[in-house]
């Protein structure tokens, strides 16, 4: 079956803009995840789905970051007024029910790069 | 969080068995292990998990020390597939459903021809 897929799959903007990225989650996940990843580093959590609801969104860095996933399937991230160090690649990971402990499937990412 | 330790690089050589090796000294009771690697220009993927006895699956192994301290990833035999970042990751059983994963900044596993 498909997996996580995320469009588009680099993205370059200049600083101040706005960006918007997409996730689009195994069928019939219920539990979404978005993460960063800065280079040489591990992913970084941002925010976590249940449904429609953000039921974590603890890691956002700040105010410029927000997501959504009005249908309870695909996400989308949007980063306001953008800067040099938001890039990153952006990786959305999805899994089956919010299960404690349960497999999280990652898709490939976003490279976003903001000049 | 409890905190994992592991070694920036390792290096192996095709079709030989490889240990890539996990510190977690201040692991709890309800932490389980769990691995996953990033192979490049991909997003993490699961490996294996255990609790406190050995597990063995497709992709690997996974043996834990009877501590529960320390734990050691085993490739059987490495392929040059098998060269991605590795990551040693303790989730807690205790925690709410939809828990983050925590990733330090993992291994690099060099594989040569």
């Known amino acids: 079956g498909a997996g996580v897929s995320q469009t588009p799959s680099n993205k370059v903007t200049e600083k101040g803009k706005y960006v918007e990225l997409r996730c689009d989650p195994i069928?019939?996940?219920?539990?979404l995840y978005w993460y960063r990843q800065s280079l040489g580093q591990g992913p970084e959590f941002l925010i976590y789905?249940?449904?429609?609801?953000?039921?974590?969104d603890s890691g956002l860095p700040n105010d410029r970051f927000f997501a959504v996933r009005p249908e309870g399937s695909v996400s989308t991230l949007k980063i306001q007024r953008t800067e040099r160090g938001d890039s990153a690649v952006y990786l959305c990971?999805?899994?089956?029910?919010?299960?404690?402990?349960?497999?999280?499937?990652f898709g490939p990412g976003t490279r976003l790069l903001v000049l | 969080d409890a905190k994992t330790t592991q070694p920036n690089s390792m290096e192996s050589n095709e079709e030989e068995p490889v240990h890539l090796p996990c510190n977690h000294s201040?692991?709890?009771?309800?932490?389980?292990i769990h691995w996953y690697r990033q192979l490049p220009s991909q997003g993490p993927e699961y490996v294996i998990h255990?609790?406190?006895s050995n597990v063995n699956n497709r992709m690997a192994s996974l043996a834990i020390a009877e501590d529960r301290k320390s734990s050691t990833l085993i490739l059987h035999r490495a392929t040059l597939r098998d060269a991605a970042v590795y990551y040693c990751?303790?989730?807690?059983?205790?925690?709410?459903?939809?828990?983050?994963?925590?990733f330090g900044e993992g291994t690099q596993l060099t594989v040569n021809p």
């Open positions: 789905f249940q449904g429609t609801g953000a039921a974590d």
């Open positions: 255990g609790l406190t």
């Open positions: 201040t692991i709890s009771g309800t932490d389980y």
């Open positions: 990971a999805s899994a089956p029910g919010g299960v404690v402990g349960e497999t999280q499937y």
């Open positions: 069928s019939g996940h219920t539990a």
């Open positions: 990751i303790l989730r807690d059983v205790g925690e709410t459903s939809g828990s983050r994963l925590t």
